[in-house]
């Protein structure tokens, strides 16, 4: 059997240690010269015999930090803190006789006449594994200069980027990104636009959760990307310019600010990043038409396609923290961005008959003029009701879509000698609004014996209207298109909560949670003015749904560390796959949506286990009921794509994450999953029983050559595999980047260069409805990046709020938005 190999796999990577570990706790504080406490200092527990990290934790306000459960060895600590030197301490021992082991206090030295506003992120990995999560450090990757969010997220272990740039998690479609633990509340087409404006410069961490717990919403059958920005964490006045310029056919520049005042009781922020994209993308189809009756071709389709779009972006995010007392915060942000859209398009189509003799020729030429704007306004409160971590906290948002599509459509036909036989013009006006408003608590209590208690309420109201106004024009004069004209209104109440109960004995680590979520919606395609649409385009549904989820770990000594864990979740169709309009690519390939189009419910499960912290492997299985996925149907010549419920998707297996320090300037990254998808239902009254096996291996090496040097070698490698109806060819890219520190490290200077041998082209193929289709998809995926960072100001360490998140997550990361495909 397939999977026997892959027991055999996660068989040999369990190493097992016999020596049981002694469950020590470690304490101590951090102060400088003045024996003032320093609060968010890093500490990292090292192990003394390969200076491999064991553990992380950082000092609260009172400069106090604890490493509890901690197997018997010789370790040392390392403390960081901006603003002060780096301390590096003796080594010290943990026996079975020492449960409680107390440190004498650290004293930090401050740092004087240099830049103090961020840490060297020199020494951060590029790829960190912990418990629940996989962190990717971007500012760790020299590759990643002046690159995109979606050029991270391309690099990121377990994650895909489809042809269409749909995003996946170990094979699953169906992950929910997030912005600052905030949903985006776009469609797919939209949030890709965005992600390819979003620089790199503006990006922290991203964090991958695979299976969240109950805290959070229950959307994303595959998990949760949360995409953290940078955030000063100091007082006093700081920042970071960065300026970017990356060439291929045409240049893209762009630039980004990051300003942060902080003193007494306020703390003021402020981003603002700038990019003009400007693009070009080709596509070639082959269709061949086949008779149902002797099985033969009986006509055939072909297309080239040349597409170039222009896309400049502005985007801003400010805010104020007030510090009511030590306890008490109460903040306020507001955000958003204008992105305004030029996309051209040429196609060739040709009409062949079963001995591919030309029957007649289409020219097809478009136009789409889009402005995309968005703002988001939160409010938020924090409540620390203790030192232990008993708190409250509350969001309230509200955001804003809006936009405005214009589209133009000339097709010309002619005969095989290029006589011309017919002309038509269609323009399209489609503006659409999206009010989303929303509301959320959470409370968390610890109590004693290492008991933690979690619970939530939340609650959200999504308002859409969307309209498609077309006219064919003759003479230069709009005639309103009757067939195609359309009104679409959509709303949907959720409301939910939660309970997480987290238990920590001895070498076991517990967590349960059960999340309930009411959905209430309701639609109605009112048509137009001339045609009278049916009662039955009106739609409403209400139900209630219970979302399990179970996690327990277990540390079996200082080198072997065991995983499991269950979770339910449920994904709910974007806004926009449910506005019912026909969206043009040209005269015989439309989009359209599903109002009809149900949600997904999957149920995820994971075994883990990983090796001295530096190998992970994990086996994950999962049942998708009500699947939904982009679906083709066949109308004549022209082909319609939309999402569609098919049946059921059955996902399983095993993936492994290595991070091997080779040398001391040499540290080796490397993922891989093998992944198994079965699909099964019906699809337009046609039996629907396909799956693959599909390999995903991402490798990155990283470089210190000393003297301020740095480099990065790395890439990714994916076979064939299904997604949904189409079955796409391997695919990889391979990138290259060095780096020089400048101004005592205040600057750096970074050259990248993405997909060196220009290998990262979508082909693929697809059979329905007697038409056998193929497909090549290319871009201009090979770039060369320059980008120059420098910091400035002169912080102070002081107090800092840790919620800038907003409540609006779920309902975000579900509104679509013009792209660049």
Do not use: C
């Not at 306890?327 to 189509?349: M, P, R």
Request: overall charge positive.
């Amino acid at each position: 059997m397939k999977f026997t190999l892959l027991f055999l796999l996660i068989a040999f990577s369990i190493v097992v240690n016999a020596q049981l570990p002694s469950n020590s706790n470690i304490r101590g504080s951090v102060a400088e010269d003045g024996r003032i406490p320093v609060e968010g200092a890093s500490i990292a527990l090292m192990k003394d015999k390969d200076t491999s990290t064991y553990k992380m934790s950082e000092t609260d306000k009172s400069g106090k930090f604890v490493f509890g459960t901690i197997p018997a060895g010789n370790y040392h600590l390392l403390v960081t803190a901006v603003g002060h030197e780096p301390f590096s301490g003796p080594a010290f021992s943990v026996s079975t006789n020492n449960k409680n082991i107390n440190l004498p206090q650290i004293i930090l030295k401050k740092k004087t006449n240099e830049l103090q506003s961020v840490a060297v992120v020199a020494n951060k990995s590029f790829i960190e594994q912990r418990a629940d999560r996989i962190v990717v450090n971007v500012d760790a990757s020299p590759s990643n200069a002046g690159s995109t969010a979606m050029d991270i997220l391309e690099k990121s272990p377990g994650v895909t980027v489809d042809k269409d740039d749909n995003i996946s998690l170990k094979g699953k479609q169906g992950v929910i990104i997030m912005i600052d633990d905030k949903p985006t509340y776009m469609t797919s087409t939209q949030l890709a636009s965005y992600l390819k404006s979003l620089p790199a410069s503006a990006i922290d961490q991203l964090e991958i959760m695979t299976n969240p717990s109950a805290k959070y919403d229950a959307a994303g059958n595959s998990g949760i990307i949360n995409i953290k920005t940078k955030k000063s964490k100091t007082r006093g006045f700081n920042g970071s310019l960065t300026l970017s310029q990356t060439e291929s056919k045409y240049g893209k520049p762009g630039a980004s600010v990051n300003l942060n005042y902080r003193t007494g009781k306020l703390n003021i922020f402020a981003n603002a990043g700038f990019n003009r994209w400007k693009g070009w993308h080709n596509l070639d189809i082959n269709r061949n038409y086949i008779d149902s009756g002797d099985g033969k071709i009986n006509s055939i389709f072909t297309q080239t396609t040349h597409m170039q779009y222009t896309s400049p972006e502005f985007n801003l995010k400010t805010g104020i923290d007030y510090f009511i007392d030590d306890k008490t915060t109460l903040g306020f942000v507001v955000s958003g961005f204008q992105d305004d859209e030029k996309n051209q398009s040429q196609s060739y189509i040709t009409l062949k008959d079963a001995n591919n003799i030309p029957d007649s020729l289409v020219h097809s030429f478009g136009n789409i003029e889009g402005k995309w704007q968005n703002l988001s306004v939160n409010l938020n409160f924090l409540r620390k009701f203790d030192s232990l971590g008993t708190q409250i906290t509350a969001d309230a948002d509200y955001v804003l879509y809006n936009s405005k599509n214009d589209q133009y459509y000339l097709n010309a036909t002619y005969d095989p000698k290029m006589n011309p036989l017919d002309a038509s013009t269609l323009s399209g006006h489609l503006p659409s609004l999206i009010n989303i408003y929303t509301f959320k608590t959470d409370y968390a209590h610890p109590f004693k014996k290492d008991i933690k208690l979690e619970a939530g309420l939340k609650t959200s109201y999504v308002a859409t209207d969307n309209q498609a106004n077309y006219f064919n024009v003759v003479n230069n004069i709009e005639y309103p298109d009757t067939t195609k004209t359309n009104y679409f209104v959509y709303h949907e109440n959720i409301n939910a909560a939660y309970l997480n109960l987290i238990k920590k004995y001895k070498k076991w680590n517990f967590q349960a949670g059960l999340r309930l979520e009411n959905t209430n919606y309701s639609g109605h395609q009112f048509g137009n003015k001339y045609t009278v649409i049916n009662n039955d385009s009106a739609f409403s549904k209400s139900y209630i749904s219970a979302f399990p989820t179970a996690y327990i770990s277990y540390q079996l000594n200082d080198n072997n560390m065991f995983g499991l864990n269950f979770g339910r979740r449920i994904d709910r169709p974007d806004y926009g796959d449910l506005n019912p309009f026909l969206f043009f690519l040209d005269q015989y390939t439309y989009q359209a949506g599903n109002p009809y189009l149900q949600p997904q419910y999957t149920t995820n499960f994971e075994l883990s286990h990983t090796y001295h912290n530096k190998l992970t492997t994990t086996l994950n299985y999962s049942n998708t009921r009500n699947f939904f996925s982009e679906t083709f149907e066949q109308q004549g010549h022209a082909t319609i794509v939309r999402n569609g419920n098919i049946g059921r998707r059955q996902n399983a297996g095993i993936s492994v994450s290595l991070n091997l320090p080779a040398t001391k300037w040499w540290t080796i990254i490397l993922y891989s999953n093998l992944n198994y998808n079965h699909f099964n239902g019906i699809l337009y009254g046609e039996n629907l029983d396909v799956s693959a096996v599909n390999l995903l291996s991402n490798l990155n090496n990283q470089f210190k050559f000393g003297k301020g040097w740095g480099g990065e070698l790395s890439g990714f490698y994916r076979t064939a595999g299904l997604e949904g109806q189409v079955l796409i060819k391997p695919v990889g890219q391979t990138s290259a980047a060095i780096v020089k520190q400048l101004f005592k490290e205040k600057g750096s200077l970074k050259l990248g260069v993405r997909d060196i041998f220009y290998t990262q082209q979508f082909r693929g193929s697809i059979n329905f409805q007697e038409t056998e289709a193929t497909f090549h998809n290319m871009r201009d995926s090979r770039q060369v990046s320059l980008t120059f960072t420098y910091r400035f100001g002169k912080p102070i360490k002081g107090p800092e709020n840790n919620h800038h998140s907003g409540g609006a997550d779920e309902e975000a990361n579900r509104v679509k938005a013009g792209g660049n495909n």
